[in-house]
């Protein structure tokens, strides 16, 4: 079974700190890993990762993928109170029916 | 506005009923996937339907059943409801296997079911 565990559960951070959400995987067959974030609503799509070592980037929001450790992490940079939310990490394993394994999210709550 | 609509927004009804949720998916695409949010469990694939016929399932109750029609819409039917089924439940829609970036995965709002 498909497993993926996101750390911390819960951060707490001022404006202007950088974070660094962790998710490690197993999965059988891996395909892909997606970061999304959730404010009180539907997930919204911010990476897919899918080569070892690449790092994507987004204005302030940043991640790599380590195939060989099972592991990617989210950084954000110059937190703002805006970034507060669920970050959700999902993977999707080859096959023809492409449904996400996500992780249980981390909490983020950036203080002005 | 995602382009996956979910009807409705919010649910509240007793133990041992039947509700049924909607989801209208993103035009073109042929793919829904219903998830169940709940506190302590997370985001949970409950079930696919790709162009009318059944995907794959995940941790779906036999209490509960999904279908999709013709006009690509799916409905999710829970039945004999109970407390632990109060959750957020997700539709999300994605064009063919074909598609790379995202998956084309686009989720809904979610509609909010809350079993008293």
């Known amino acids: 079974e498909d497993k993926v565990v996101q750390s911390p559960l819960s951060l707490v951070v001022h404006e202007g700190d950088t974070v660094t959400l962790n998710c490690s995987y197993e999965?059988?067959?891996?395909?892909?890993l997606l970061w999304y974030k959730q404010e009180k609503k539907a997930p919204t799509f911010l990476f897919m990762l899918?080569?070892?070592?690449i790092e994507k980037k987004s204005g302030r929001l940043s991640s790599i993928l380590d195939k060989k450790e099972l592991f990617s992490i989210l950084n954000i940079t110059a937190t703002q109170t805006g970034d507060s939310a669920v970050y959700l990490c999902?993977?999707?394993?080859?096959?023809?029916?492409?449904?996400?394994?996500f992780g249980s999210g981390t909490q983020l709550t950036v203080l002005p | 506005d995602s382009g996956v609509t979910q009807t409705p927004k919010h649910l509240i009804t007793a133990t041992g009923q039947r509700v049924t949720l909607r989801c209208s998916p993103r035009?073109?695409?042929?793919?829904v996937y219903w998830y169940q949010q709940s506190l302590d469990q997370g985001l949970q694939f409950l079930i696919q339907?790709?162009?009318?016929?059944?995907?794959a399932k995940g941790n779906i109750l036999e209490r509960f059943s999904a279908q999709q029609f013709p006009d690509l819409h799916s409905e999710l039917n829970l039945s004999s409801l109970e407390l632990g089924d109060s959750a957020l439940y997700f539709c999300a829609s994605s064009v063919s296997p074909s598609a790379t970036l995202n998956y084309g995965y686009t989720f809904g709002s979610g509609t909010r079911l809350t079993v008293v």
């Open positions: 339907y790709y162009n009318g016929e059944e995907r």
């Open positions: 899918t080569s070892s070592g």
């Open positions: 999965v059988t067959n891996f395909r892909s």
């Open positions: 999902a993977v999707i394993s080859s096959g023809s029916t492409r449904q996400l394994t």
């Open positions: 035009s073109g695409d042929l793919s």
